[in-house]
């Protein structure tokens, strides 16, 4: 991104004056350190600090495939960068820059301003600063590419888990996907626990405090994104194991059990997607300092169940063998009706 004369209000701004009255934001706004040169240049130039690994994550999102057409701006800003968060907490590391490539149909400055409002919110809340990127014209498409760092070595990864180590959970699952099907069905009226619910979805809470409280006491983490069902059986597969969840231990929103039956409230849980919330593996001598750290973060947190020897994943509810309707998503295996980053 590549700074030029702002736009006047009212005018549909070109790229460069989009960029400048959008995007550009002093660094020292976000909070973030180490810029040495951002927006402006033709690249960034970042400094770690001392003794740090960096991380990187990338996603994109587009329309009709991760929300739906016609999602509120703001909303598609937060989630935007929400994603990208949640891949830097489930690695147990610091946020700090991102870059920004947006594909827009057109450069309407009511979208942009709320689409760059939601983006800033979140980034200022965790200390991101945006130092670069692209915009062009073309079928909205948003992508957030994130960098971080963590102490040398230090970083959780998805393998690592050790055969009786506990499996445990932040948040509430299915809340997402309930708020995905209120936005593609609106009720006639909607109360407190629908916007709970939609809530969940169009702005998700990335847990990058805990994960940062995490490291060093958990074995292994994963972000769910793309349903418990699916991501499991991955965050399992890294470290060769088996895992045996109980179903009855998986938390739940009272909003969720009071908006859809128990069948569906399960569905979702399994296989919504959408959740960003942590899925972490712990030694069962250092769970009550897991607990400990998701107290001290205000996160709520529950253990569902425990890795074995062997492979895939065992489900059971109330002692008894259960198999999930569908697995987790996968971007060419399912319709884009369907929308999960």
């Known amino acids: ?20 009255r959008y995007f550009t934001r002093p660094a020292a706004a976000s909070g973030a350190g180490g810029v040495v040169a951002g927006i402006g240049d033709d690249a960034a130039v970042l400094r770690l600090p001392a003794g740090m690994d960096l991380i990187a994550a990338v996603d994109t999102l587009v329309e009709g495939r991760h929300f739906p057409a016609g999602s509120e701006p703001r909303s598609i800003g937060h989630r935007a960068l929400a994603v990208n968060l949640s891949d830097v907490a489930a690695m147990g590391a610091t946020p700090a820059w991102a870059t920004l490539a947006l594909t827009l149909p057109q450069a309407d400055p009511a979208w942009l301003e709320g689409f760059s ?25 948003v992508s957030v590419q994130i960098l971080g760092f963590v102490p040398r070595g230090a970083a959780l990864l998805r393998r690592g888990a050790r055969s009786g180590d506990l499996i445990a ?3 509430t699952l299915g809340d997402a996907a309930a708020g995905l099907a209120l936005l593609q069905a609106p009720p006639a009226s909607i109360g407190a626990q629908a916007r ?58 009272a909003a ?40 001290g973060c205000a996160t709520p947190f529950a253990v569902i169940g425990e890795f074995g020897g062997g492979g895939g994943v065992a489900w059971t509810s109330g002692g008894r ?4 309707a569908r697995g987790g998503f996968d971007h060419f295996a399912r319709p884009s009706t369907q929308f999960t980053v």
Do not use: C, N
């Open 256 to 295: 969720l059990h009071a908006y859809a039956a128990p069948a569906q409230v399960l569905d979702w849980a399994l296989s919504g997607g959408d959740d960003y919330e942590l899925l972490l593996a712990v030694a069962p001598e250092r769970v009550a300092d897991l607990a400990a750290a998701a107290a």
């Open 196 to 253: 709970e619910l939609r809530a969940r979805f169009e702005y998700p809470s990335p847990r990058v405090e805990f994960g940062l409280a995490a490291r060093g006491i958990a074995t292994a983490a994963i972000d769910l994104s793309d349903g418990l069902a699916g991501d499991l059986a991955k965050f399992a597969g890294a470290s060769a194991l088996a895992a045996h969840v109980e179903l009855d231990r998986l938390p739940i929103s």
């Open 169 to 171: 959970v932040t948040g």
């Open 117 to 141: 409002a939601g983006l800033f919110e979140l980034a200022q809340r965790h200390g991101v600063a945006l130092v670069g990127g692209d915009t062009t014209a073309g079928p909205l498409a």
């Open 321 to 324: 063998p259960f198999e999930p």
């Open 1 to 20: 991104m590549a700074g030029a004369p702002t736009a006047r209000d009212g005018e549909i701004p070109g790229e460069f004056a989009l960029i400048d």
